[in-house]
């Protein structure tokens, strides 16, 4: 709608017409848009004479225009024309009455109207310019939440409606409206999400620093994927490198404590030349807290504990067990490990050392009777592993072996006493003896250290031959036992009263020849086999049988056995002959005298029986009474002697059965 038909007023003429009506305004109609620079400059007295009279202040007239309420009510377009005409119509009579007074010509009106029109239409096109840089604005806006949109969706793997994409014939506000809520929706999951994430990266940042090593890049990133995957990713590598980190500040805390123990050990301090710089920072790098836990000590409490902050320095592939460049400077869990292992063979060597010292100070105390209470004094005066104890310890030795080389013949003296008791204890013959040379040596002037130790490496040497011995003299002297036993049981059996006792006193009489007997027969022969075997195993690695009061236990065990025998059968013969004895003196007493012939025996009569007695024959009854009662009192008598010649067998065929 052009600018003259857009309003009328009430007698139905435009304000444009009745403007057009003036000489001047109708002018402004044939003005081109873009006047030629001969129509707009005017001549110099003409310049002056506008400059002049545009300084001056105008009437302050307010052209008419719609209520301000009421622009809302029409279009643009509408509400512009009617108020530029108004507007116009005002400006011209006012500016029409100002050149009739002022007297302009009308070629200096028509210059003026070109300018005001110039102007105008210089306003409108930058208000148009204006407006659709704010257009462009709203767009250039709309296109970056879209593509935000898209980033942090893609991010956070969330879907949203897709239509907020595409023109959907909205303004540019409604759109604009629409984009910014479904962003902010995101941006706030995405806030938490990004959160998170930079808290995780700064925590890895700050263990991979303590490591010595460089955050790698994909834990970095924590833009492009939000997903709740990616965050545990992010949580699961910040507590695995949490735990290397402890492993770490526990290996190097438990290095730190083993160098300061070992060092306390060893009595390595600052007065010691051996403690270095680095000691230095090692016996500064702990804290020992009231309830007994150790700490390692910050770098703002301690300069020289720097290092053990950064550990090692290596990337999380040298995890996976591979080696360090060569030639590089060691970190400090190396340094620590091997310090430790300095230290640790340190210790061993200076507890061999003193070991070995302690093992001949106490054999010297021995040997040279050294008192007690002095032996207590020294004892007190070293304690640990530094150097102090090992230098006092040479010191005692050294005065134990000038010691020893003052008392040399009183030391070889006694020596050669041991030497014959452990002579007599490993049942050593004259041969065995005399070949101990240095023991036949009396020159006191030969009495040397060198002697000496010939002597005691001699007996160091009996002793040993004497511990081989000791298994088989043990089982000797158990077999010696038993045949001691044995012995026993044999006098005991020849004594009968034994067996006269009665109640408990005859149990334990019999209970203890039983388990006599039964030592005799179980453990003597087990003792015997084995000593048999072992002297033989002995004489095959010695070269010599083993030598026991002065003869070969071998032949003593045959010369028992063969002695054993033999008595067995002169017991025998004996017993025999005492009953041979004794059957004979009772035939004398009986008055016969003879030899019973070899073979069966029969009943011979030893006396006739004299006419008296006879049977059948004629006696007087008195007579015969008095036989009968006589031969009645025998019987009964010999009935009366029967059990105890039975029990008296009983017991004499259990002590044959004992014996055999």
Known sequence: MSLESSHTNKSGVSPALRVSSSPTVSLMNLVAPTPSPANTIPNQSQTKTTTKKETRTPASTTPLSPRENDLTLFPPSQTIGESLTSLASTTAAQLEQVWDVVGYTPEERASQISDLLLDMRRLCEAKVAEEKSVEEQFRRTIAEAREEILVTSKALNADFDHKILEDCGQTL?????????????????????????????????????????????????????????RRNDFHQQVKETGEVVATRTNAVLQLLYDCQHLMNELRINDTDDQMTDFDKKIMSSLIHSEDGKVTIRSTKESANSRFILRMEKLQFDLLKNRRTVQGSVPQPLDALTNRVTELSKEKRR????????????AVLWEKLRVPEDVQRTFTISVTGLGMDTILKGQNELQRLRDLKTKMIGKLILEARDTIKALWDET?????????????QISDKDLFTDSLLSQHEDYIASLNARLNLMRPILKIIEKREDILKERYEIEQLQKDPDRLQQRGAALTKQLMKEEKMTRRIKKDLPKYTDALTKKLRDWES??????????????????????????????????????????????????????KPLPGRKKTIPTSQPSGRSRPLSEIPNHDNRNRSRTLSRSRAASRSRVPSRSRGASVRRRESAMTS
């Open 173 to 229: 506000q409604d759109e604009l409206s629409t984009v910014e809520e479904t962003l902010e929706c995101l941006r706030n999951v995405a806030a938490e999400a990004t959160d998170d994430l930079t808290d995780c990266r700064e925590k890895l940042i700050t263990m991979y620093e303590a490591l010595g090593s460089k955050v790698p890049k994909t834990w970095l990133d924590i833009t492009s994927d939000l997903t709740h995957s």
């Open 541 to 594: 690695e010695n070269g010599d049988p083993f030598i026991f009061n002065g003869e070969s236990y071998l032949s003593t065990m045959k010369r028992q056995s063969d002695d054993w025998k033999n008595y067995k059968e002169n017991a025998v013969q004996m017993k025999l002959k005492k009953k041979q004895e004794e059957k004979a003196s009772e035939n004398e007493v009986n008055g016969t005298h003879y």
């Open 350 to 361: 200076r507890k061999a050392m003193l070991s070995e010292m302690g093992a001949e100070i």
């Open 427 to 439: 049942n050593a013959t004259d041969e065995q003896r005399l070949s101990f040379k240095a023991g």
